[in-house]
């Protein structure tokens, strides 16, 4: 601990440094030296020391250009990614300009060498698999992969190579940081590009592992798939806090293997019990595990990318193993993943068998009841893609699942074109009395729009609906067809199937928006019968 507390001591003194003396003292005085970020200069502001609870002000005068220009005389020069930094250290001086070119801000960066923050996932770092970090800016994945390099190339004494971009994992200079351990650092020339330095270490400096901050282009992505086919171990961060916001960006979503819409046959979309245009996996993913950083004690692990992507696609929920750390530094699991895995197996078992409608199931036959008193609405996707179902429930926080067999179901949603095209096979539904919701078209707006819509109607008190079944019980007593209040149309269907539930015909009048439902009496068939003897028609 005392050597790593002494290469901070001397960073952060040399950090310092670049500062007038008076923002030096300031700094010093604000807070813990150990709780700094980022010290913020800004032409006509106030410069200002930002920690990690609380940000303070620096001066009570306003920066001026001259101010800035006695700084900017310690860099040689800032990149064409308007970066500098300080030699043999891990701060960052990053500069914003105005529209001539002058600089009139500087973002300086405290960079730290912090040993230990991987002993939390220091199991997959150490298994030899390919590793993808997701995280949001500052989380602390750049921390992770240096400290990674360190045990990789020093602990384990395997050839790693940091491909460094803007010097941010191995520090300025031509000499690596020590927190890299025996690492090697090769750094990107402006002229280049940074997957071409990617595959020239492979080619080159024979590694058996690389480290790269920031994959962010179809090139690097393209480069990273090379590297891995070529049995090297890669460790990597990329643009995104979540597998989904991989999945869906199309510029790096090779990366855990992409996506495609496939259309199945019949017989297939059958056994599924899915739509005929799906999603699924575009090729093997370049990552084996998969680690989302929630905070700088919290982490996320996919362990195998190829199945739970699968998983996802299919509409199926993915559960990763969330680590936690403890106050003194040992760690535990908040969540396995080894449930997910078993249900997965049992999904593919279940889809596997022949897909058989079954009219009689153990769950209530009245769906209206069960939309009413369950507490989640099961919904059976029906030429609706189950993705963007599973996307819409998730965005709007709806207590809501999506279910593969229509006997589950406690709604059907379709498209319009959808159900005029297949109106035979919703019968089965009608048949058991399962509303079925229409849409517009299969898009992820027209899904969201159903599912804030459905929500809305959710939040109604459902004293409405058991109104509507009590005056269609009155029927029973008075003989007599009864007006329900007039109702949208998706309420009106309801209400039709309601009266089919208690098998009563109904009907609906009126034009929009008054339009209303009128359901009759059973009709009584001993009476027309007597009728038909004391009146016989010949």
């Known amino acids: 601990m005392s050597n790593i507390s002494t290469i901070f001591n001397e960073d952060i003194a040399l950090f310092l440094k670049i500062f007038p003396h008076e923002l030096q003292e300031n700094i010093k005085s604000s807070g813990s030296l150990d709780d700094l970020i980022e010290v913020i200069l800004d032409v006509g502001r106030l410069p200002e020391a930002r920690f990690y609870n ?6 009570d005068h306003i920066l001026e250009k001259q101010d800035l220009t006695i700084m900017l005389d310690q860099f040689d020069r800032f990149d064409q990614d308007n970066r500098a930094g300080i030699d043999r250290t891990l701060h960052r001086i990053s500069a914003i300009r105005n529209r001539h070119g002058e600089i009139v801000g500087l973002t300086c960066r405290v960079g730290r060498a912090i040993f230990g923050t991987v002993d939390i996932v220091k199991d997959m770092v150490q298994s030899g698999k390919n590793i993808l970090l997701l995280g949001k800016p500052g989380v602390g994945k750049t921390t992770l992969l240096r400290e ?19 010097n941010e994992i191995a520090g300025d200079g031509d000499t690596p940081h020590p927190a890299v351990g025996l690492s090697r650092r090769m750094q990107v020339p402006p002229n280049r590009e940074q997957y071409q330095v990617m595959i020239e270490g492979v080619e080159n400096h024979t590694p058996e592992v690389i480290i790269i901050d920031e994959i962010s282009t179809s090139e690097e992505t393209s480069a990273c798939r090379t590297i891995a086919e070529r049995g090297v171990q890669l460790i990597a961060t990329a643009h995104g806090n979540t597998l989904e916001n991989v999945l869906f960006n199309p510029t790096i979503s090779d990366l855990v293997g992409g996506i495609t819409s496939v259309i199945l046959s019949d017989e297939e979309a059958a056994r599924r019990g899915t739509q005929k245009t799906v999603l699924e996996r575009t090729s093997q993913p370049t990552f084996d595990v998969l680690i989302e950083i929630h905070g700088r004690e919290e982490f996320a692990i996919y362990k195998d990318v190829q199945k739970t992507v699968d998983r996802y696609l299919r509409g199926f929920p993915v559960a990763p193993e969330v680590r936690k750390r403890n106050s003194d530094g040992s760690s535990y699991v908040v969540e396995s993943s080894s449930k997910e895995r078993t249900d997965l197996n049992q999904e593919n078992m279940n889809t596997d068998q022949k897909y058989v409608l079954q009219t009689k199931s153990k769950l209530s036959n009245d769906p209206l009841l069960t939309i009413n008193e369950r507490s989640q609405v099961r919904v059976f996707p029906f030429g609706i893609s189950v993705n963007y179902l599973n996307r819409a429930l998730k965005s709007a926080h709806f207590n809501g699942i999506v279910v593969k067999r229509l006997q589950d179901a406690s709604i059907i949603l379709t498209t319009e074109s959808f159900r005029k095209k297949n109106s035979e096979a919703l019968s089965m539904g009608e048949s058991m009395n399962i509303p079925i919701f229409s849409i517009y078209a299969n898009t992820l707006s027209e899904v969201k729009k159903f599912v804030s819509q459905y929500r809305s109607r959710e939040k109604q008190p459902a004293l409405s609906l058991q109104h509507i079944e009590k005056l269609i019980e009155q029927i029973f ?30 009907e609906s009048f009126g034009e929009e928006p008054s339009r209303f439902v009128v359901v009759y009496p059973p009709v009584n068939e001993e009476k027309e019968v007597s009728d038909d003897e004391n009146n016989p028609s010949y």
Do not use: M, W, Y
């Open 477 to 506: 007593i008075t003989h007599s067809p009864v007006s329900l209040p007039a109702a949208d149309a998706k309420t009106r269907r309801i209400e039709h199937q309601l009266a089919a539930r208690f098998g009563l015909n109904s």
């Open 54 to 59: 609380v940000t303070h002000s620096l001066s």
């Open 148 to 166: 990674a390099a360190r045990i990789l190339s020093k602990n384990l004494n395997k050839r790693v190579i940091i491909v460094d971009t803007s």
